[in-house]
């Protein structure tokens, strides 16, 4: 008669329990909330997706993409938040790349304004790989999804005033399967996401 369990089967069952409370957690908060820092200071008047993931703003005044002149990137996370320098300094320029490529992607505006824009990154949340090894092994799933958030302003070039402004943030879906076992992958996807959709709010008044 075994008076004790197998301590094999503790460490299973105990195993099974964190990846059920993980499972729940990430259930709990299946969609980032985009953040509000006070970088746009006109959120007052953009309009919030049903899901919290996204609000943007947007004015009829004409913008041209091809007349970027300056874009700058900026850091806007605690510096212990746990991203290193060179990470950190990574994203900035993932971010800066991916808004420059969709810009240049949009069609020329005849009489649209000029442009500098602004943007900061406001969240990230990177993924432990060998975490994810281990969940796709007993779940077939890789539970750490990882993902970021940005503010980010288009202002007009010689007013400065804003002719286009969006938050953004995303948790990359588990269709980017290989991307969970990676660090940085997820919140690089999560990035080109939000130029993306800038791009689209461009085009949507250009």
Same mark, same amino acid.
């Given at each position: 008669?075994?008076?004790?369990?197998?301590?094999?089967?503790?460490?299973?069952?105990?195993?099974?329990?964190?990846?059920?409370?993980?499972?729940?957690?990430?259930?709990?908060?299946?969609?980032?909330?985009?953040?509000?820092?006070?970088?746009?200071?006109?959120?007052?008047?953009?309009?919030?997706?049903?899901?919290?993931?996204?609000?943007?703003?947007?004015?009829?005044?004409? /913008?041209? =993409?091809?007349?970027?002149?300056?874009? !700058? @990137?900026?850091?806007?996370? #605690?510096? $212990?938040? +746990?991203?290193?320098?060179?990470?950190?300094?990574?994203?900035?320029?993932?971010?800066?790349?991916?808004?420059?490529?969709?810009?240049?992607?949009?069609?020329?505006?005849?009489?649209?304004?000029?442009?500098?824009?602004?943007?900061?990154?406001?969240?990230?949340?990177? /993924?432990? =790989?060998?975490?994810?090894?281990?969940? !796709? @092994?007993?779940?077939?799933? #890789?539970? $750490?999804? +990882?993902?970021?958030?940005?503010?980010?302003?288009?202002?007009?070039?010689?007013?400065?005033?804003?002719?286009?402004?969006?938050?953004?943030?995303?948790?990359?879906?588990?269709?980017?399967?290989?991307?969970?076992?990676?660090?940085?992958?997820?919140?690089?996807?999560?990035?080109?996401?939000?130029?993306?959709?800038?791009?689209?709010?461009?085009?949507?008044?250009?």
């Amino acid at each position: 008669m075994k008076l004790f369990p197998n301590p094999e089967s503790l460490i299973a069952r105990a195993f099974r329990l964190l990846l059920l409370v993980s499972v729940t957690g990430l259930a709990a908060c299946s969609t980032m909330q985009a953040t509000d820092t006070g970088f746009l200071k006109n959120r007052s008047e953009m309009t919030t997706s049903k899901d919290g993931s996204t609000a943007y703003y947007r004015s009829p005044t004409p /913008v041209d =993409p091809h007349q970027v002149r300056s874009i !700058s @990137v900026e850091w806007a996370m #605690p510096i $212990d938040a +746990g991203v290193p320098g060179a990470e950190r300094a990574r994203l900035i320029s993932t971010l800066k790349a991916a808004i420059s490529r969709e810009a240049e992607a949009l069609p020329q505006s005849v009489g649209g304004h000029p442009v500098v824009i602004r943007a900061v990154i406001t969240r990230v949340e990177t /993924v432990n =790989p060998a975490f994810n090894v281990l969940t !796709s @092994v007993f779940l077939t799933v #890789p539970l $750490d999804r +990882g993902g970021a958030a940005v503010e980010i302003q288009v202002l007009d070039a010689e007013t400065l005033q804003p002719l286009a402004s969006m938050a953004h943030a995303y948790f990359v879906p588990i269709t980017e399967f290989k991307a969970r076992f990676s660090a940085l992958a997820p919140a690089e996807l999560a990035l080109n996401a939000a130029a993306v959709e800038l791009a689209k709010l461009l085009r949507g008044k250009s």
